[in-house]
């Protein structure tokens, strides 16, 4: 059965802090893992990840997929309070997506 | 727990026809459901929030009467695109909420709509 675990299912941290987020996935017909972040409703596109090892970056935001060991981790460096969110990723698979139930971030000032 | 599916997975249908798609919490009982619309680049679009009971609230710029969208049942949403165009052509996800959280979502796999 195909499906995408995500872990911590929750973490408050301290401006400065850094964080990693895990995500990993079975999946039959892989093609890619995405992340979003959701701050009200609609979540926002942050990365798009199809090749092992390489590793996409944004800002403060950098992430990397492992497709042998099926998992995938977001990295967030010197967090501040905007960054709290649930982060949520999903693998695609063949025409369909399967969502993590997100990591909810709170950042304290 | 806390599963969400759709039907059909994928369909596709002739310009001008009507196409239901529905969504479903099976574990649990969402008394609101979101519906997104994917756009290139993998960005979600919030069509439209529903709650079981009463009429759904479209997002700016959603087309109300072409995409219809009902939650007759605490387990049970549609959205029906009528009057299909090719432009329709879109993968679109619901996500079932829990009654505590707006912002806990569950997501369902996606169907993808292909309008020749």
């Known amino acids: 059965e195909d499906k995408v675990v995500q872990s911590p299912l929750s973490l408050v941290v301290h401006e400065g802090d850094t964080v990693t987020l895990n995500c990993s996935y079975e999946?039959?017909?892989?093609?890619?893992l995405l992340w979003y972040k959701q701050e009200k409703k609609a979540p926002t596109f942050l990365f798009m990840l199809?090749?092992?090892?390489i590793e996409k970056k944004s800002g403060r935001l950098s992430s990397i997929l492992d497709k042998k060991e099926l998992f995938s981790i977001l990295n967030i460096t010197a967090t501040q309070t905007g960054d709290s969110a649930v982060y949520l990723c999903a693998a695609e698979g063949t025409y369909k997506y399967i969502f993590g139930t997100g990591t909810r971030l709170k950042v304290l000032a | 727990g806390a599963v969400v599916s759709q039907h059909p997975s994928w369909v596709i249908c002739k310009s001008g026809t009507s196409v239901k798609i529905e969504c479903r919490s099976l574990d649990f009982q969402a008394t609101t459901m979101f519906w997104y619309r994917q756009f290139p680049k993998q960005s979600l679009m919030l069509m439209a929030t529903s709650n079981e009971g009463s009429k759904a609230t479209y997002e700016q710029g959603v087309e109300k009467d072409k995409f219809l969208i009902n939650h007759a049942s605490l387990t049970l949403s549609t959205l029906t695109v009528t009057s299909a165009h090719p432009e329709d052509s879109s993968f679109y996800i619901c996500?079932?909420?829990?009654?505590?959280?707006?912002?806990?979502?569950?997501f369902g796999p996606g169907t993808r709509l292909t309008v020749t």
């Open positions: 999946v039959t017909n892989f093609r890619s």
């Open positions: 199809t090749s092992s090892g």
């Open positions: 996500s079932a909420g829990l009654a505590r959280s707006s912002y806990e979502q569950y």
